[in-house]
């Protein structure tokens, strides 16, 4: 399909040099700006709360949440469910429209690989915490013991230790083997011996030869193949977390597909609220460009539309099922003790997305920004109320209770934040945020398409 000629993937004008010399001069030449400085100390600062929240969990025990009995899951399973889903947004950019021959993906796929990566690393701390005892964590892998502490592999949390480790593994040599030559370019272009030294050992030898290209799209393919799969099974099997079970609200088969688009959607949620801000504060219109922003929107929409399904067909096969324990998991939701919070989703997932059906709402940079954010607390509402009110009345009155999360709770949830941002921070500093040798390849064809 011909592209719009308004909306073009990298605005006329620039060259090969031009925008070699854009994106690594924000590495290179553009020093730490006193906004950069002061972005990163509050980062580093919300960092150092989830380092003391841990500390103090470690020293005082699992008491310190709001946790208990019926609620033995908490704050820690609804944020490591949200970051995953995060995740996935950058794996569906690099991966799946690599593959599809999507160009559109070229400018915002080195940050939303990025943005991945840290937020596995912001998934894996909820669960490893979450455990009661961290520091046996090591007996949930397969390994050789003498003791035969065997994994349990009939336990979902084995199945997630599987699932987000090969996630976390395959994502972060997809994103380092894309690095490759461009950490090469920053090599060539670093006026500092010891900068020139750091980018030359991270960048292998590289040299730009036929040889070497050959055998990099070889292994970019290789492990693109290697990572879609990945996008579907990792959040259907963070779902099986939930869909094993007999509690209502947690047994139903549509979880695998809708917890897959529930990620996709906050995921591209999140490349959005990250991305316009980025890209306005250093000057990157002309390689993110409107075109990028509306298909992101696009993509949103239909994921959103897809989660919205879900919520239909929950109801209805509760419905459906004519099973009174069904029935009233939607009504306790629709009615309960929980019902704001339900409604909120209901709004932020729902109601407010359907706007962008209109191109002047999807062009309109300001209102996609907060759009972006309403999905974002859209979804973990999302997570909350699949978790929580599943839990806190079941199927025996007598054991229903109420969950109230602590400010350890709050404290944790939000210095996972300030480690998502505190890595995003060092990421923009030192190395590309847009693929530099692929923003290159535009350039011929965007000027062909912009001849008169």
Known sequence: MTEPHHMPLIEPGHTHATVTDKIAAIVLERGVSKGWILGFFVAFSLFNVLALSVAYLVYKGLGIWGINNPVGWGFAIVNFVWW???????????????????????????????????????????????????????????????????????????????????????????????LIPDLATLRDRAKNRL????????????????????????AYLLLA?????????????????????????????????????????????????????????????????????DNMAKVMLATGLIVGYGYLMEAFMAWYSGSPYEQFMIWNRLTGP???PYAGLL?????????????RVRRNIPLLFVISIIVNI????????????????????????????TIWDWATFAGSIGLFLTLLFLFIRVLPMISIFEMRLLVPANRKENAP
């Open 84 to 178: 995953v889903g995060i995740g996935h947004a950058g794996t569906l950019i690099s991966a799946i429209l690599l593959l599809l021959r999507q160009e559109w993906r070229t400018s915002i796929n080195r940050f939303a690989e990025a943005m991945t990566l840290f937020a596995v690393s912001c998934a894996g701390i909820f669960p490893l915490i979450h455990v009661g005892r961290p520091w046996v964590a090591y007996w949930l892998l397969p390994y050789p013991n003498t003791m035969s502490m065997w994994p349990q592999f009939r336990s979902p949390l084995l199945w997630d230790v599987f699932a987000v480790s090969t996630y976390a593994t395959v994502s972060a040599l997809f994103w380092y083997v894309g």
């Open 195 to 218: 900068v020139q030294i750091v980018y030359g050992v991270m960048a292998l030898g590289w040299t730009g030869s036929a040889k070497h290209w050959f055998r990099y799209e070889t």
């Open 225 to 293: 193949g290697l990572a879609t799969p990945l996008v579907i099974s990792v959040h259907s099997v963070v779902s099986f977390d939930f869909a094993v079970s007999v509690i209502p609200g947690w047994h139903t088969t549509v979880f695998p597909p809708y917890f897959v688009a529930g990620a996709i959607f906050s995921g591209f949620a999140m490349v959005l609220t990250l991305t316009i801000p980025i890209r306005k504060i250093y000057g990157l219109e002309d390689f993110i460009t409107m075109r990028h922003l």
């Open 338 to 340: 929980y019902a704001v």
């Open 347 to 359: 709004l932020c997932n729902i109601v407010i997305p359907q706007v962008l059906w209109s191109g």
């Open 378 to 405: 859209g979804m973990w509402l999302e997570r909350f109320i699949i978790v929580v009110t599943s839990l806190h009345r079941d199927y025996l009155p007598s054991s229903w209770g109420m969950y109230y999360p």
